[in-house]
């Protein structure tokens, strides 16, 4: 550990926060100097840190984006060959319209296609086009969609209004003021938001922004009443599948509905861990793009496009929705068998790839920290989360259940004498994104 505590000591000086994601900083999982926070190499879910220690993932696997696996054989060999025929040049990557193909092959309600290379800006452009189109300026939301002005100013009227979505308190600090009430948040799933929001507000609004499946999937006729709702009044209904994106099937969680919007935007494991997202949506929206400005160097890039075209391809052949989909449920199984063995009561959250669980305890912040320290002596990055991957395979799984239920068992021994706190080695961590826990 003695290097990557020096490297971190010296980041803490000269970059704010460490990491340039949220995510990512150490605290939000364990604060002081105990996380392995760099890493030299990874595969699989195999993580080596920086003095060579290996450690199996057990948390979101590169905060959602590898699926299929850290340094993949397949997509590694697209990524070279890309590089190699060069990645970047005066003319476009063919990839750009065989992707394009195969997206509205997913697609076949769509038209048009845009490519950038992080969430958060797609999501703007997406904002950005809604409001070409339809020459209205105010936004509805639900969810988390970015760190961009058109999401943060939200919070301008009231701090409050991003609490659960993103994080409770945020300060739109640096968005300018006049921005004021152009986004409107939304409850997931509220009839009672439904009709007081939303409908209230649609008129005046360019798009409704939504994730089609958050923790859960809304209701079917939730959606399809949102779907109405864009319609009759010329808004531009946006699917964030950012997250939800290939994780149960090859295309987007709104497809289980069967809810068409009018642009659907995927991201982070669309390449697996190669920067890259697509703005699908019909072509009377996505073509303005052309009229307001949108453009930028290296959504031309070559690497992007290639692999997301391999990684669709392979989630296809593979059926990977339908096994990330048995891994999740077998994770869940691991953590309510290991809390009923320990007489722990325990909460389950999300759908099966993206599960998540809490144990009602006197002081969660305190348990989980404990939970996530104490598999980490075992070598395995914990976190009150799980992401299921293609490498999360029966024999990892082994060993994760065999870590999970030691750790329950000490922690159901410290909770009876109520000193979990006391076996902390640091202080306790951050607590994550309102939006992933609905928890404090
Ligand atoms: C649903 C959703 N939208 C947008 C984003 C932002 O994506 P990025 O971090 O690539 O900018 C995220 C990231 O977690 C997300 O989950």
Redesign the pocket.
């Known amino acids: 550990m003695k290097n990557s505590i020096k490297l971190h000591n010296k980041a803490k000086k000269i970059i704010p926060g460490v990491s340039q ?1 949220l ?1 990512k900083r150490p605290d939000m999982y364990l604060p002081g100097d105990k996380w392995p926070t760099y890493y030299s190499k990874a595969k699989g879910v195999t993580i080596w840190g920086l003095d060579g220690k290996k450690y199996l993932d057990f948390t979101m696997v590169g ?2 984006t590898s699926v299929l696996g850290y340094s993949d054989n397949d997509m590694n060999k697209i990524a070279i060959n890309a590089i190699k025929s060069g990645s970047m040049t005066t003319l476009n990557a063919p990839e750009d319209v065989k992707l394009a193909e195969e997206l509205l092959k997913i697609h076949p309600w769509a038209s048009s296609v845009k490519y950038a290379r ?4 797609s ?1 703007s452009i997406a904002v950005r086009l809604s409001r070409a189109y339809t020459r209205k300026e105010k936004v509805l939301f639900c ?5 961009h002005d058109w999401y943060l100013s939200a919070n301008i009227s009231s701090k409050k209004k991003l609490d659960t979505h993103l994080l409770p308190g945020l300060e739109p600090l640096g968005v300018p003021k006049n921005l004021k009430n152009t986004a409107i948040p939304f409850k997931f799933n509220d009839w009672e938001d439904l009709n007081k929001v939303v409908k209230k507000h649609a008129k005046d609004c360019a798009a409704i922004v939504f ?1 089609p499946c958050r923790e859960y999937f809304p209701e079917k006729k939730y959606l399809q009443e949102l779907r109405k709702i864009a319609t009759q009044n010329n808004c531009v209904l946006i699917f ?1 599948e ?3 994106g290939w994780r149960i099937n090859t295309g987007g969680a709104h497809q289980i509905l069967r809810v068409n919007p009018d642009i659907v935007v995927y ?2 494991t669309i390449a697996n861990g190669i920067p890259m ?1 697509a703005i699908v949506g019909r072509k009377e929206i996505i073509s303005l793009s052309l009229k307001t400005f949108i453009s930028s160097a290296f959504w031309t890039e070559r690497v992007g496009p290639a692999c997301a075209l391999a990684f669709i391809k392979k989630h296809r052949k593979i059926n990977a929705g339908k096994k990330l989909d048995k891994i999740g449920k077998e994770i869940k199984k691991i953590w309510i068998n290991a809390a009923k063995k320990n007489n722990l009561k325990i909460e389950i959250q999300g759908i099966n790839p993206l599960a998540s669980f809490k144990l009602i305890t006197k002081d969660w912040p305190a348990t989980i920290t404990y939970f996530i320290q104490e598999m980490l002596k075992k070598n395995i990055l914990a976190s009150d989360r799980c992401y299921a991957n293609l490498n999360h395979n029966s024999k990892v799984l082994r060993l994760y259940k065999k870590a999970c239920e030691e750790v329950f068992k000490k922690i159901s021994h410290l909770e009876n004498k109520g000193t979990i706190k006391s076996h902390l080695d640091g202080p306790i961590k951050q607590m994550g994104f309102a939006r992933l826990t609905n928890r404090k």
């Open positions: 994601l995510g905060i959602g992080t969430g958060g800006e999501m969810g988390y969609h970015g760190w994730e964030d950012i997250t939800s991201g982070k997202a």
